[in-house]
Every structure is written in C-alpha cells, then in structure tokens.
C-alpha cells in the first residue's frame, strides 16, 4: 500500500483549546479539516517514528469514521504501532491507563467531553502525552503552529480496517491492536480499591444507581459495578453508547442529569446515586435527597483517603483549580501538607503529578481524580466515594454534614450563561478587568474588597507562566467571586461567575446556597452587566 502526499491548505480556526480541538461535526467534515489537524499533531511530534499510539473515543457521531481516517494517517506517518479500543471505544480515563501501562509515546482521545453529540452537534480531538495526561500549552502551541502552515497531510492508500473484534494486524508498516477498551482500566481500579469490601456493600441492602448518560462509561459501569461487585441487574441504566446520547446532554449536573436528580430525591430513593459525562472523566455524587457539590466532593474523598487500600499511607498534597473552593485547601492544612491553586485545565496538575508533590486533585467542573493516571476520572470517584462509605457506615448525607462540622461549609455556587455572542462575553470580561485596579478597600454587599486581580499561574515544576485564567474579588471574610469565559464549548462563549463563602458556625450550614450567597450573586450580575448586556435574567445552569 502507497503513503500518498495529499495537498491542503490551512484552516484559520484550529487553534486547540484546553481540551484540544472542539467544533461542530459538520466542520469536522469539510474536505481536508480533521486531516489538517491529525497531521498538525503528528508534525509536533518529531520523534513518532517507531513508537506506540493509543487511539479511541466516546462513540459519538463521526466516532468511527474519524478513527479510520487516523488509523492510515498515523501508517503514513511512521508510527510503529497503534493501540485502539474495540469498537472505536475508549474513556479519557482508559487512554490514559493503557499510554502508562504500555508505556505508549502518547494517545488521541475523540470527544468533546460533556458537550451533546449527534450530525448536528459537536465532536472533539485531543492529543495526550507519554505520562498520560493532556498536552501541555508548549504542545499544543506547537499543534496551533504546525497548523497555520501545514501544505499536505501523508496518508495510506487503503481500505478501512476492522475495529470490532480484538484482533493484531498490519496496516502497511503499522501493526494495530484492537484491545478490549474496559479490561486494563478494569484492573488498575481493582488494584486501587478494596473490591471485597464495595462487594460487601453492594451486594446488601445498600442500593445504588448509575446513570452512564448513554455515553463511554455504560459498558466500564456494567463491568465494574454490576459483574465484578455484583450489584443488582439495572444498577447502572442508559448503559449503552449511543452516537448522540440518545438525544439527550451527557452533562453529569442536576439539570441535564435531571432524571437521575429526580430519582434520589423521590420518596423511595436509592441511598446513592452517580453519573459520568460522554467521555467518562466527570462525576456528579448524589445521597438520598442529598447533592454533593464537586468541591466539597473532593475535599472529604481527601479526609477519608486512608480508607482506600491505595493512600493508605495518607496523601503527599492536594491541587485544586482556581475557581474550586478553598474546601480542599482547609483539609490539606489540617493534614499537614502541601495545597496548590492551578488555573483551569487537567493538563496543569500533570507536572504536580509527575513531581510528586500531590496525590488528589480536582475541578469545581466535576473532576475529581488522583496519581493514578494523569486525567480525571469520573469511575474512580464514584469507587472512592463507595469506598468511603463502605468505611464509614455512613449514608451520604452525614458523612458530608460531619464533615462540615469538621472543617466549615463553603457556601458555593456556579452559574452559567451559555451560548452567548463571544464579542459579549469578551466585552463583559474587559469591562471587569477595568474595574480591578479601583475594586480593592472597596466594599460591596458588606464585604470589603482585598485583592482583584487576574489570576496568573507560575507553575512551581518548570517555572512557566500561564496568565489570563480568571478575574478574581477576594474579601476579607474569606469570600470570593470568580468570573472566566468557558473554553470548553464549540459556539459562542459561556460566561461562568463563582460564588463562595466559608460557614463555621454548624447551626448555620444547612441553608439553601442560593440565598446565603444572594448578596454575592447580586454583586456579580452587577460587576458584569449581565441581565443589561445580554438581555438574561437568569443562568442557563446553576450548581
């Protein structure tokens, strides 16, 4: 088979974001434009040839074709051999196990996360590192780079290969692996967690519900939870990957995992309830009647860490994103080591991880994950949280109340405005940044102002700068509000405002956040000018 030179020109919009390239299918389907990228990271990988490849998705629309057009581009390209999961199928969380268990130069995840999938909806590529983990900015400035000038793409000359039975062959000069997707990252969650002991729990009286959205983690779910722990057939519901979700937003929040909200606070609840996004790296924890915020998730799976088989040794530290609350910060203080605030992005806890210098991390956005690979890991939260319960004998809610008790409840909330114009949502920005050098000694719903500010990050690894993450108000109560544009969708901008307020007193922790932190809410839509700029009276999600 002949390696064929196609001439291209290049597309002015691939510039990935901070979880790689995100665009509407049909973009995806223009003549040369997934090519042009695949060969934009390839060209900012010199030293590919002869080396490993880790290749799959999360089933969604333009799933299987994609993968094909890979497969022949990476023989094109000199790779030595690519590993891809049967079916085109692979969780982020996946890829990220078999690149360190096969000791892989790196690994292309098609998604776009938790956004909806379908012909007229939004597909993704991402490009992850030898440790795992999402390419670092020099990388990806180096993919924007190869981009903007690339004049031809190398591909093989062939037919499309079979990806649905395990199998080895060749293609050309490239051997290929159809791997069983769940197996290896199956086996990295048994080493992790005690599986006697969660057998124990979900084999009793305890009754749990997994809701996989119709997206990558059904089939790891059914394995996990109900095969190898034995919980009840229909434990996990909407198990089967569809390629658009079956209609619905693979989203793991109380409003596009509403269904599942609904059932753990009906009469007859579980006494547990999870769910995980299209591509498996998010989490949502749910108790009977009770929603456990994802900062405060990760602060108490920090307290109760020895009670995994894995950190029982305790953790080396702890990393949260600016825009989390400072909940895991007061447990790490508490534990006596080291807490970091990176900006938003997984691929920025990778040097901390790599480093050694922390065991957990996590994202307000619903990531929670640990050392044990280098992305978020929706399954191993859930684990974690079955983990922590099975432990404690605790139902959900108590063992976040004790926890408050412990450490304090911080009040927060997020709220989105998506799909804004993106001139809006860059005039709203400016506007507020205008307003920092004015905003400090001033006071504003009773909270004076000490610090406004753009948060910038130095990473304390390899001493890079990454600025422009986020438009913070610190108060001298502790309080904060947080305003960033969202790099995660494929049109217009979502505009994301944070809410947050530390609450020591116990008898004052059980309040509705929305009117506990009412004064903050009213001072962001102030600062922005929402409502007057776009016309919105209210977020399009709340959480």
Not at 36 to 55: C, E, H, W, Y
Not at 249 to 258: C, E, G, R, S, T
Request: glycine share 10%; with cysteine; aromatic share 8%.
């Amino acid at each position: 088979m002949a390696v064929l030179q196609i001439a291209t020109r290049p597309f002015a919009d691939q510039r990935p974001g901070t979880s790689g390239l995100r665009k509407k299918v049909k973009v995806f389907q223009q003549p040369h434009y997934l090519e042009n990228f695949v060969q934009s990271i390839f060209n900012a990988i010199p030293d590919r040839a002869g080396k490993t490849l880790v290749l799959g998705g999360d089933g969604r629309f333009y799933n299987r074709e994609a993968i094909q057009v890979i497969l022949r581009m990476a023989a094109g390209n000199g790779w030595g051999k690519v590993i891809v999961g049967r079916g085109g199928l692979f969780s982020t969380p996946a890829v990220s196990t078999v690149i360190r268990a096969r000791g892989a130069h790196g690994g292309i995840i098609l998604s776009a996360s938790h956004n909806a999938g379908g012909p007229d909806q939004d597909f993704g590529i991402k490009y992850n590192t030898a440790n795992g983990g999402p390419a670092p900015e020099k990388l990806t400035d180096a993919i924007w780079t190869a981009s903007r000038s690339i004049q031809g793409y190398q591909i093989l000359d062939g037919a499309d290969v079979d990806i649905d039975h395990a199998a080895t062959f060749w293609l050309g000069d490239m051997q290929i692996e159809v791997c069983d997707p769940v197996a290896e990252y199956a086996e990295l969650m048994a080493r992790i967690f005690d599986f006697d002991a969660l057998k124990q729990l979900l084999q009793g009286p305890f009754r749990m519900r997994f809701d996989a959205l119709h997206a990558i983690t059904g089939p790891y779910a059914h394995e996990i939870f109900e095969k190898q722990l034995g919980a009840p057939t229909g434990t996990v519901i909407n198990g089967t990957p569809l390629t658009d979700f079956g209609g619905g937003h693979p989203d793991p929040n109380l409003v596009y995992a509403k269904p599942l909200a609904d059932e753990l606070f009906a009469e007859n609840a579980p006494d547990f309830g999870a769910a995980s996004d299209g591509d498996g790296d998010r989490n949502m924890i749910l108790g009977r009647h009770f929603f456990v915020t994802p900062s405060d998730s990760l602060a108490i799976l920090a307290a109760h860490a020895t009670a995994i088989p894995a950190y029982c040794q305790g953790l080396k530290g702890i990393a949260r994103s600016m825009p989390t609350s400072q909940a895991a910060d007061v447990v790490a203080e508490a534990l006596g080591i080291a807490h970091y605030e990176t900006p938003t992005g997984w691929k920025f806890f990778g040097n901390l991880l790599d480093a050694g210098k922390i065991t957990f991390c996590g994202e307000e956005s619903f990531g929670t994950g640990s050392d044990h690979i280098r992305e978020k890991d929706g399954l191993w939260a859930v684990l974690a949280w079955l983990s922590v319960i099975a432990h404690t004998g605790q139902p959900v809610a108590e063992i976040v109340t004790r926890h408050w008790q412990r450490f304090g409840r911080h009040y927060y909330t997020r709220h989105d405005y998506e799909n804004l114009p993106a001139e809006i949502g860059e005039q709203i920005m400016h506007s507020i940044a205008a307003q920092l050098p004015v905003l400090p000694g001033q006071t504003l719903a009773g909270r004076e102002i000490l610090i406004a500010d753009d948060f910038a990050y130095a990473d304390p690894i390899d001493g890079s700068v990454s600025a422009h993450q986020g438009l913070r108000l610190l108060f001298a109560d502790g309080a904060r509000l947080i305003f960033r544009l969202s790099g995660t969708g494929t049109e217009g901008a979502t505009l994301r405002i944070y809410h947050e307020h530390l609450e020591k007193d116990p008898l004052r922790q059980h309040q509705d956040p929305q009117r506990t932190l009412r004064d903050l809410i009213q001072v962001g839509r102030n600062l922005s000018r929402i409502e007057t700029l776009t016309g919105r009276k209210a977020p399009t999600v709340i959480t």
